[in-house]
């Protein structure tokens, strides 16, 4: 079975500077998607970026980027000049391109933005 | 645009007591997805609704049932509520399921606890 490990409970940067959070997943597939999620103190669920496992180059959304290393199964999120905006908890999840529709999602970072 | 719609926001049930969350979305998406969510704990797909009459069960379907009344509408049901069903809920959708890489849509949760 899929699984998806944060290991970072907790990561905190001082606003303007970059943070990295680190994603990690074990899987036998060779094709599926990965995302990352953003969930602020509101609750909802916010489509950070995306990752297809057959593309070779990383994807970026602005300020966001991940660094997409398929070898050694780790997806890691980068988000640069850090925003007050940005404090949340962040999610890291997997899902097969073959299998059924289930997501399977890491534990979660809790960012912390420092003014 | 409204997304995806859960209501209620917040519940207080006894042991024992039964009630329906509701979640509706106005995307036209075909999956639609219900997760919980416990303290430390990515979340966990409960059911799952792959097309307008079709269900299937997640990860952690006990103690839960669902129905999707319309391609919208997609309720989850506590029969008889025990206090290890105290958690956050989500609703969610997506365009499609299997295959592509569909992001899901979320509503904004429903905190339910059981005493």
């Known amino acids: 079975a899929q699984t998806v490990t944060q290991s970072q409970p907790e990561m905190s940067v001082q606003e303007a500077e970059t943070v990295t959070l680190s994603c990690t997943y074990d899987?036998?597939?060779?094709?599926?998607?990965l995302f990352w999620y953003k969930q602020p103190p509101s609750r909802q669920m916010i489509l950070v970026i995306r990752?297809?496992?057959?593309k070779q180059q990383n994807a970026t959304e602005n300020r966001f980027s991940v660094n997409f290393q398929k070898a050694a199964k780790s997806f890691s999120l980068k988000i640069s000049d850090s925003q007050l905006g940005d404090a949340a908890m962040y999610f890291c999840a997997y899902r097969s391109a073959s299998s059924n529709y289930q997501l399977i999602w890491g534990a979660g970072t809790k960012l912390i933005i420092k003014p | 645009n409204a997304g995806v719609t859960q209501t209620p926001k917040f519940q207080v049930l006894k042991t024992g007591q039964s009630m329906t969350l509701q979640c509706a979305q106005d995307m036209n998406h075909n999956s639609m997805y219900w997760y919980r969510q416990d303290p430390g704990m990515g979340l966990r797909l409960i059911y799952y609704?792959?097309?307008?009459?079709?269900?299937d069960k997640g990860e952690v379907p006990n103690g839960y049932n669902v129905s999707r009344l319309n391609k919208r509408e997609f309720s989850l049901r506590l029969e008889s509520a025990a206090p290890s069903q105290t958690s956050v809920y989500f609703c969610?959708?997506?365009?499609?399921?299997?295959?592509?890489?569909?992001?899901?849509?979320f509503g904004d949760g429903t905190r339910l606890s059981i005493l």
């Open positions: 990752q297809e496992a057959y």
């Open positions: 969610a959708s997506s365009l499609s399921g299997g295959g592509g890489n569909q992001p899901q849509h």
């Open positions: 899987t036998s597939e060779s094709d599926y998607y």
């Open positions: 609704s792959a097309s307008e009459g079709t269900t």
